[in-house]
């Protein structure tokens, strides 16, 4: 069965780091396109950003939104069948529950969604909270 799972959200402190972990389970998620979303209390799904998928073992071309602010990293790790994301310089207004998904398209090659709407699989989701 084809799941996505979310890991590694908690509580973190204002200017502190933390990286989720999104894991792919009965297929390589590093082989396919993922997006990682977010959705604070009250407000709409925002995008985070993407890495593309691609048959070869290679790290990926990430994009990101531009309220990633360059604060947001995305990576894939093949020996682990994971896409990261990595946040740094985490405030108060980045607690959300924050999503990875994918379209499930094989090897793709370049590119990747910044829509939600482009993705069919999604994970359940982690708690990220923000605050001293």
């Known amino acids: 069965q084809v799941q996505l799972v979310e890991s590694g959200g908690g509580l973190v402190q204002p200017g502190g780091s933390r990286t989720l972990t999104c894991s792919g389970s009965?297929?390589?998620?590093?082989?396919?396109?993922v997006g990682w979303f977010r959705q604070a209390p009250g407000k709409e799904r925002e995008v985070i950003g993407c890495?593309?998928?691609?048959?070869?073992?290679?790290?990926?071309?990430?994009v990101y939104s531009d309220s990633a602010e360059s604060r947001f990293t995305i990576s894939k790790d093949y020996t682990d069948n994971t896409v990261h994301l990595q946040m740094n310089f985490l405030r108060p207004e980045d607690t959300a529950v924050y999503y990875c998904a994918t379209d499930l398209v094989l090897n793709a090659g370049p590119g990747c969604y910044l829509k939600s709407q482009k993705y069919d699989r999604w994970g359940q989701g982690t708690q990220v909270t923000v605050a001293s």
């Open positions: 009965g297929f390589h998620l590093p082989y396919y396109r």
């Open positions: 890495i593309d998928g691609d048959g070869r073992e290679y790290r990926g071309v990430p």
